[in-house]
């Protein structure tokens, strides 16, 4: 069994950084570094971050183009049908028409290999008295991971996707097996199992692959011409009784079977307990429970060494039928009723081969990662770093994705979380920043709302207007500016000097609207003591002006008197002190 890296990827351009795909991640599989998110390699393929990315920037990579190109090059090309399509299809028979198009060589139903896993889980709880179906592959991945005690109550068989692909290239060794189904974690369980399925398709890839075959024509008379397409609807009826010679195990009973149309349940809730024969005794406890976080709590009240139990566990609430790409088309109800109909419908008669004792054997690992442990005074140092500085301060509020603020601590120590991700400490810390520009800087700021209404202000509009913060609040914008010389207008920044009267200042008013916040931000610089200022000076220039045309007059009178007594003129006198005067008037 190989171990790939994560199958879910994402896209940089699109994380938008609202962490909502680790809120919904059930392991924490997911980093956050340079503000991105960063799914891990212990990923367990559930899915739900693909569904629940607002910014759709998760993804899996397809295998459409492979399957293409196996088309393209004329290999014998078989579908693993899930039976769960029923509950996806908008009409019925719609997606086998699908794949009639697109041009596959046989299309078979995977119900007719969980026929076969049923027998072996029947088995092996006689043997045990205690089992965990492994059909799910994300359930199977969450045990290997966080419940390894768990590990012996798996059944130890392959799952119906595998078992099935096995059957098919039993009878071919040389076939191409492309599974179908609502489930991403089928691609990860087909890397981790390679050599049997060849390709993995979502019924969503289905109709895209369709399309583009619509389009080039020919498609289905090329698969024809290639030999014998075929819509297998299930497995043989009377082929069942050969089902004990399918790899099950040694011992085991031809009369513990079920039948194909029985093992079309598979896909909903109670399915493969319906499915499954236990003789004429139940186990004590056989439920069937779905949805991570349920399965994860029954998980943990296990005891693998006590009790009897038949557990069928799925990862998808309601099961399969309700998997990451099951469709959107109908409600719970009316998938349940589809896959009951499809059960009562005849199955084909065409047998598979038997395979050798043991081929559907199947081993489990303990994939456990040793957690790193910290100490207390490594969390303190990193919690007090997005102020967390003393019990009362950590909120668990879980918006950054952890359960507490603690384990976030660890998520930082761990390099899987970066300090910012605290939503409380970053709007408190931007409050505070945005508190000290409001209340620090010189200018007066309202914020008025479009129906002119001041919605806030700051302490230098307060000192400005000669009033407090109350009064001016929830008040007309007009009871202090008026809007006849202060335009309030949607499309353009308006400024303005404006004379206060009533207060004797000057201001030169700003109005820019912010249409995101769908409020006007009007600031105010005072401009009065600078008007003042400018007021002296223009008093210490006329002062001084005037002085100068005294001293011009007077001169003027004593230079005609000696000009009289010397008989010169006056006029370079006179002009030289009327620039000067000029020049003292421009200022």
């Not at 795909?21 to 956050?32: D, H, M, Q, S, T």
Request: glycine residues 6%; negative net charge.
């Amino acid at each position: 069994m190989s171990s790939p890296a994560s199958l879910i990827r994402s896209s940089k351009a699109n994380c938008k950084n609202c962490y909502r795909c680790i809120r919904n991640c059930p392991v924490k599989a997911i980093r956050f570094k340079g503000s991105q998110a960063d799914v891990m390699e212990t990923c367990i393929a559930c899915g739900l971050c693909i569904r629940e990315c607002p910014q759709k920037a998760m993804h899996v990579p397809s295998d459409m183009e492979r399957v293409r190109e196996m088309l393209a090059a004329g290999d014998v090309v078989k579908v693993s049908l899930a039976p769960s399509h029923v509950a996806y299809e908008q009409k019925p028979g719609s997606m086998k028409q699908k794949l009639e198009e697109i041009g596959f060589a046989e299309i078979r139903e995977t119900a007719e290999a969980a026929e076969l896993v049923s027998v072996y889980y029947a088995a092996r709880y006689q043997e045990t008295g205690r089992l965990l179906t492994t059909a799910c592959p994300v359930i199977v991945e969450l045990i290997e991971r966080h419940y390894p005690q768990l590990l012996p109550c798996l059944a130890e068989t392959d799952s119906p996707m595998i078992a099935h692909a096995k059957l098919i290239k039993a009878v071919n060794p040389s076939a191409k097996v492309v599974f179908i189904g609502p489930c991403y974690a089928k691609m990860k369980e087909a890397r981790m199992n390679p050599g049997w399925i060849d390709a993995v398709l979502t019924f969503d890839e289905v109709a895209v692959l369709a399309g583009s075959c619509r389009e080039s024509s020919g498609a289905v008379e090329a698969a024809a011409a290639r030999g014998n397409m075929a819509i297998d609807d299930g497995f043989p009826d009377e082929a069942a009784a050969s089902a004990a010679n399918h790899g099950q195990p040694r011992g085991m009973k031809p009369e513990a079977q079920a039948s194909t149309q029985v093992a079309r349940l598979y896909p909903m809730d109670n399915g493969v307990i319906e499915t499954t024969f236990f003789g004429r005794e139940l186990p004590e406890l056989h439920r069937a429970f779905s949805g991570l976080a349920v399965c994860r709590s029954v998980l943990s009240e296990l005891d693998a060494e006590h009790g009897s139990f038949f557990l069928e566990l799925n990862a998808c609430s309601g099961g399969c039928i309700n998997g990451p790409v099951s469709g959107d088309g109908c409600g719970l109800l009316e998938k349940q009723r589809r896959i009951r109909e499809h059960r009562r419908k005849p199955a084909s008669r065409r047998a598979l081969p038997p395979l050798p004792e043991g081929a559907l054997a199947r081993r489990f690992y303990d994939r456990t990662l040793q957690k790193a442990g910290h100490t207390e005074e490594a969390l303190r140092g990193v919690l007090e770093q997005f102020g967390k500085h003393t019990p009362s301060d950590e909120l668990n509020c879980g918006a950054c994705g952890y359960s507490s603020c603690r384990e976030k601590a660890e998520a930082v120590l761990d390099g899987k979380a970066e300090l910012y991700m605290c939503m409380p400490y970053m709007q408190a810390k931007a409050e505070s920043l945005s508190s000290v520009v409001m209340d620090k800087t010189p200018n007066g700021i309202l914020a008025v709302s479009e129906e002119l209404i001041i919605q806030e202000a700051n302490e230098a509009a307060c000192r400005f207007f000669d009033t407090s913060a109350q009064e001016l609040v929830d008040v007309p914008v007009e009871l202090f500016v008026d809007p006849a010389e202060v335009p309030f207008t949607l499309n353009e920044k308006t400024m303005n000097k404006v004379y206060f009267a009533d207060r004797r200042k000057t201001a030169m008013v700003t109005v820019t609207y912010l249409p995101d916040f769908r409020f006007y931000l009007l600031v105010l610089t005072d401009l009065t003591e600078r008007e003042l200022e400018q007021e002296k000076l223009q008093r210490l220039r006329e002062e001084t002006v005037e002085m100068a045309q005294k001293v011009i007059d007077n001169q003027m009178r004593v230079s005609q008197e000696i000009a009289s007594l010397l008989g010169e003129t006056t006029a370079v006198t006179k002009v030289t002190l009327t620039k000067m005067k000029q020049l003292i008037s421009r200022g």
